[in-house]
């Protein structure tokens, strides 16, 4: 099995949408992560937003964000049908890094003393 990776996908749908439908293409998509073999650990639908700048005629978007664990291609399958969506005005995807810690220089100095 291949190794899953934790990933935040935010998308901005067509404000034209109603909630049940903008409700209904967040379902769609996170079942696009689940058939692929991913596992969707959060959905955040957060409504009608102003956007910073218009976006393809649109000053105001309806704003979700997807946490999910799954492999890469996944997300590159979850992205092509985001692509290809008309509703769809503008989507982001980030795999998410655990947090960095790096080893002290006096322990690193003494591993490699000892090696």
């Known amino acids: ?11 901005i749908l ?15 998509y996170a079942e696009v992560v689940k058939t692929q ?9 957060m409504g009608k937003r102003k956007l910073a700048y218009e976006m393809q005629k649109h000053q105001e978007g309806t704003y979700a964000l997807l946490v999910f664990n799954a492999p890469g291609n996944v ?6 049908q985001l692509r290809l969506a ?6 982001q995807s980030l795999r998410v890094v ?3 810690r790096p080893i002290p220089r006096k322990k690193r100095e003494a591993a490699a003393a000892a090696a």
């Not at 949408?17 to 293409?25: F, G, N, P, Q, R």
């Not at 997300?75 to 092509?80: F, H």
């Open 86 to 91: 008309d509703e769809v005005v503008k989507f």
């Open 1 to 11: 099995m291949a190794k899953l990776n934790a990933y935040e996908t935010m998308v």
């Open 37 to 45: 073999g991913g596992e969707v650990t959060k959905v955040d639908r």
């Open 75 to 80: 997300v590159a399958e979850l992205e092509r």
């Open 98 to 100: 655990p947090e960095y």
């Open 14 to 28: 067509n404000p034209g949408l109603t909630k049940e439908e903008a409700d209904k293409l967040v379902d769609k």
